[in-house]
Structures are given as C-alpha cells and as structure tokens.
C-alpha cells in the first residue's frame, strides 16, 4: 500500500507566497518520477511540474520562474514552492508519483488534492 497526503493549501493574496507538501509512504521500493498537477473549477487537470529521480525538473510555461519543484528523498516528499501567485493560479493541487512498490510492480499513484485559493 502507498499513500499520499498533501498539505500546505489554503487562502493566499494576490502576489503572495505558499509551499505545498507531498510525503509518500508505504511498500515502496523507489520513487521514479513525482509531478504536481492542478484543476480549476471548469477546466480540464494540467501538469504543472515535475522532478525525476535524478533531479531533472519540468514546468508549464505559465508557472516557470514563479513555482520551484523539489524533493527530500530521505523523506519521500516532494514540495511546491510557489512564489508571485496569482488569481488564475487557484485550483485544487494534486501530488502525482509514479513509484516501484516493494512487490516490484511500477504503479501510479495520486494524492487526495489540496486547495490553492488565490485572493485579488
């Protein structure tokens, strides 16, 4: 079993800054890739981010040189720093990680989203 929880949303202003948190835990046998996406009331769940194993990183255009991905492996969390926020960026933001459990089986998993509000 491998669980995400995330943390870290909640009501921000215009221009302002927050860190979300994703910790994995459980059968885990090694994380391979870890992304952040994100869904706004009638629009469609985008990518916003992601970090491999090795530590390469990806971003949307409409977040790059705002929003940091990055991670601790000792704790198997993976983190958003998300700086100059602005009203288009609220959504409900969902932790994604593809993982090898210890049953050495390649799984995808999602974390339980948490709520970004950006005030103007």
């Known amino acids: 079993q491998v669980q995400l929880v995330e943390s870290g949303g909640g009501l921000v202003q215009a221009g302002g800054s927050r860190r979300l948190s994703c910790a994995a835990s459980?059968?885990?046998?090694?994380?391979?890739?870890m992304a952040w996406y994100r869904q706004a009331p009638g629009k469609q769940r985008e990518l916003v981010a992601t970090i491999a194993s090795g530590g390469s990183t990806m971003y949307a255009d409409s977040v790059k040189g705002r929003f940091t991905i990055s991670r601790d492996n000792a704790k198997n969390t993976v983190y958003l720093q998300m700086n100059s926020l602005k009203p288009e960026d609220t959504a409900v933001y969902y932790c994604?990680?593809?993982?090898?459990?210890?049953?050495?089986?390649?799984?995808?998993?999602w974390g339980q989203g948490t709520q970004v509000t950006v005030s103007s």
């Open positions: 459980g059968s885990i046998f090694s994380i391979n890739a």
């Open positions: 994604n990680t593809i993982v090898t459990t210890t049953a050495r089986v390649m799984t995808n998993y």
